[in-house]
């Protein structure tokens, strides 16, 4: 019986999402010496098993004791999941904008480096909104806080350069294309297939739009270098989660 008032314990623990481990121990400790009291012979337990209720309701209960941990915890994810996705794309993008300069035979970056990082930085961060909101089991609140926080930096960006809303509503439309390539594409090899001509076609449409003469093979360059910015911030994502998942575990 001791076996399975700890396991009842633990599932609790689970269930409550807390992501503090001192927090979740604290809660721990709590529980078992509720059981405690209610004395050693098993049909005490049993009856105070019986008297606590539905694990589903009693975790409902604790995560709203703990719902202010829980989000803190959840903004320092998306902050830090964003912050990174963005730091790789300025990375990706100045390497791709280096230039040797052969009469000094010395490195440069290209006079697009700014506008080409820019980009880059809005694009990881509309892929990270888009991810998080379709993120599985879908849920409306997550949802809108996602997309509403990318609306917000959108337009206070928009405040800041009115010329950057051009630039949100590109990205945003590629995050949109590449994450529903992502959960319809069947194997790897047709969605970066299909994300990198997505993005090339993007690329060319956006330059034209602009007055800069864009041809099949740079855009097709610009487009792969989207596709390496949209791939990582994938990846920078799903560790994210794993990392978010793994907090919770009561061990």
């Known amino acids: 019986m001791r076996d399975d008032i700890n396991g009842f314990i633990e599932r609790i623990v689970e269930a409550a999402r807390i992501p503090s481990r001192g927090r979740r121990d604290e809660l721990r400790r709590e529980l078992r010496s509720h059981f405690e009291e209610t004395g050693r012979m098993p049909e005490g337990l049993d009856a105070a098993v019986a008297r606590f209720g539905d694990i589903a309701d009693i975790a ?31 990375l990706i993008e100045g390497i791709a904008s280096l230039r040797l300069a052969a009469e000094v035979d010395a490195w440069y970056l290209s006079p697009r480096f700014a506008h080409a990082a820019a980009f880059g930085v809005v694009l990881t961060l509309a892929v990270v909104a888009a991810a998080e909101a379709t993120r599985a089991p879908f849920a409306w609140s ?29 990205a945003s439309i590629l995050a949109t294309i590449g994450i529903y390539v992502v959960r319809n594409a069947m ?23 602009l007055g800069i003469t ?13 596709l390496m910015l949209w791939a990582l911030t994938m990846a920078i994502v799903a560790f994210a989660d794993r990392a978010f998942g793994g907090a919770f575990k009561t061990t």
């Open 60 to 90: 409902d209960s604790f995560r709203k004791v703990y719902r202010r941990d829980y989000l803190v915890f959840y903004l320092a994810k998306i902050v830090g999941c964003a912050a990174a996705a963005a730091m790789a794309a300025i």
């Open 142 to 170: 997550r949802a809108l806080f996602s997309l509403g926080g990318f609306v917000i930096v959108s337009a206070g960006a928009s405040l800041l350069n009115a010329g950057s809303a051009g630039g949100f509503a590109t």
């Open 187 to 209: 194997t790897w090899p047709s969605k970066a297939a299909l994300t990198l001509a997505a993005f090339a076609a993007a690329e060319y449409l956006r330059h034209q739009s």
């Open 214 to 226: 864009l041809g099949p093979v740079r855009a097709l360059a610009a487009g792969f270098i989207l």
